[in-house]
C-alpha cells in the first residue's frame, strides 16, 4: 500500500477503518528519513507493516511529524515512538503537550466521535515529552545530504496546524489545510471542524503554501493534488463560498448543516454510496457545520440583536 509520489516520497496508506486511500502518511528518504502523518492508532499495525515491507528497521527512523493532533493525523504517535526508539517526534507548539498527556484530548474526540472513537479511530497513547521536539515557524528539519522540510504554521483548520515542504521534492505536506480529497469523490471539501476554525487564518495558510510555490500539494486525506497552485486556490473559493453560505443561514436563523447540504450536497451526485459514507465519516457536513456555527459566533456576533 505505497507508492511513490516525487523523488525520495513514499506515499503509504494507513487505511483508517480498513478504507483504502482515506488517510496517507508519508516517508521522506535520506540520511535521516522522516515520517509525516502517523494516522490513527488503529492504523498502527498497517503502517508499520508498509514501513518495514520497505525495508524500514526499528533503529531506521530519525523523525516522525505530525501536521496536527487530531487522532486522524496523529493517533499514532506514541505507538510509531515506541516502535522507533530512536525518532525525534515534531509537532506544533500548541500540541506538544497532549502528545505528552493526551487524557483532555481524548476525553475531547470521545465527545465527538462517541462510538467511533474505539471502532474506527483508536485513542492516543502518551509519548515521553524528552522525545518530542517543538518546531517553530520556518524551523527546517533536516533530512541530510541537503534535504530539509521546512515548517509552515498554518492555522485556520486548528491552532496547532503546520505544514512542511520538502525541499528537493517541492512537495508540501499540508494536512488538512487545504481541505480533503478524495480520489475516489475528486471533490475538494474544506475542513472547518470546531473547535477552533477561522476563515481568515485559514486563508492566510492557503496563501503562504503558494507563496512556497510548491510543485505538489500532498493532502492527508488524500494524495497528491493535481496542479497545485490552482487547487490552492480552488480551496480559497470553496471555503469562502462555505462560510458566505454558512453565514446566510445563520443570520437568517436557519439551519447551516441543511444550508450547505443544499448548497453543495449535489456534487457528490452519481458517487458509489461507500465513497459518500467515507467522506461524511471524515469530514461529515455537520462537523463542518458545527465549526462553521462556532466561528461566527465567536466573530460577528449575535445575528439578531434585540433592540434596546
Known amino acids: 500500500?505505497?507508492?511513490?509520489?516525487?523523488?525520495?516520497?513514499?506515499?503509504?496508506?494507513?487505511?483508517?477503518?480498513?478504507?483504502?486511500?482515506?488517510?496517507?502518511?508519508?516517508?521522506?528518504?535520506?540520511?535521516?528519513?522522516?515520517?509525516?502523518?502517523?494516522?490513527?492508532?488503529?492504523?498502527?499495525?498497517?503502517?508499520?507493516?508498509?514501513?518495514?515491507?520497505?525495508?524500514?528497521?526499528?533503529?531506521?527512523?530519525?523523525?516522525?511529524?505530525?501536521?496536527?493532533?487530531?487522532?486522524?493525523?496523529?493517533?499514532?504517535?506514541?505507538?510509531?515512538?515506541?516502535?522507533?526508539?530512536?525518532?525525534?517526534?515534531?509537532?506544533?507548539?500548541?500540541?506538544?503537550?497532549?502528545?505528552?498527556?493526551?487524557?483532555?484530548?481524548?476525553?475531547?474526540?470521545?465527545?465527538?466521535?462517541?462510538?467511533?472513537?474505539?471502532?474506527?479511530?483508536?485513542?492516543?497513547?502518551?509519548?515521553?515529552?524528552?522525545?518530542?521536539?517543538?518546531l517553530a515557524d520556518g524551523e527546517a528539519i533536516q533530512i541530510g545530504a541537503g534535504r530539509e522540510l521546512i515548517t509552515i504554521d498554518s492555522p485556520g483548520h486548528a491552532k496547532h496546524h503546520l505544514a512542511l515542504h520538502d525541499s528537493e521534492s517541492g512537495v508540501l505536506f499540508a494536512g488538512d489545510a487545504v481541505g480533503v480529497r478524495l480520489p475516489d469523490l475528486g471533490v475538494l471539501r474544506p475542513a472547518t471542524p470546531p473547535a477552533d476554525f477561522d476563515l481568515d487564518q485559514a486563508v492566510t495558510s492557503l496563501r503562504k503554501f503558494a507563496d512556497c510555490a510548491p510543485h505538489g500539494v500532498a493532502l492527508a486525506h488524500y494524495g497528491l493534488l493535481p496542479e497545485p497552485i490552482e487547487m490552492l486556490q480552488e480551496a480559497e473559493d470553496t471555503l469562502r463560498h462555505w462560510a458566505e453560505t454558512a453565514e446566510r443561514a445563520w443570520r437568517a436563523g436557519q439551519d447551516i448543516a441543511e444550508a450547505l447540504s443544499k448548497e453543495f450536497g449535489a456534487n457528490q451526485d452519481g458517487i458509489a454510496e461507500e465513497h459518500r459514507a467515507k467522506l461524511e465519516t471524515l469530514n461529515g457536513i455537520h462537523s463542518n457545520a458545527a465549526g462553521l456555527k462556532l466561528w461566527l459566533e465567536k466573530t460577528k456576533g449575535d445575528p439578531h440583536p434585540h433592540p434596546h
Open 1 to 134: 500500500m505505497a507508492t511513490y509520489i516525487g523523488p525520495g516520497v513514499l506515499e503509504i496508506d494507513t487505511l483508517l477503518g480498513g478504507w483504502t486511500r482515506m488517510t496517507a502518511g508519508y516517508l521522506i528518504e535520506g540520511p535521516a528519513p522522516v515520517l509525516v502523518e502517523t494516522g490513527s492508532q488503529s492504523s498502527v499495525p498497517a503502517l508499520l507493516a508498509a514501513l518495514e515491507d520497505h525495508g524500514v528497521s526499528p533503529g531506521d527512523l530519525a523523525g516522525v511529524a505530525v501536521t496536527h493532533i487530531h487522532l486522524d493525523h496523529a493517533g499514532g504517535v506514541g505507538d510509531v515512538a515506541r516502535a522507533f526508539p530512536g525518532a525525534t517526534v515534531y509537532v506544533h507548539e500548541r500540541g506538544a503537550r497532549h502528545l505528552v498527556d493526551p487524557a483532555r484530548l481524548v476525553s475531547s474526540a470521545a465527545t465527538v466521535y462517541g462510538d467511533l472513537l474505539d471502532s474506527l479511530y483508536g485513542r492516543l497513547d502518551p509519548t515521553p515529552a524528552e522525545r518530542i521536539h517543538v
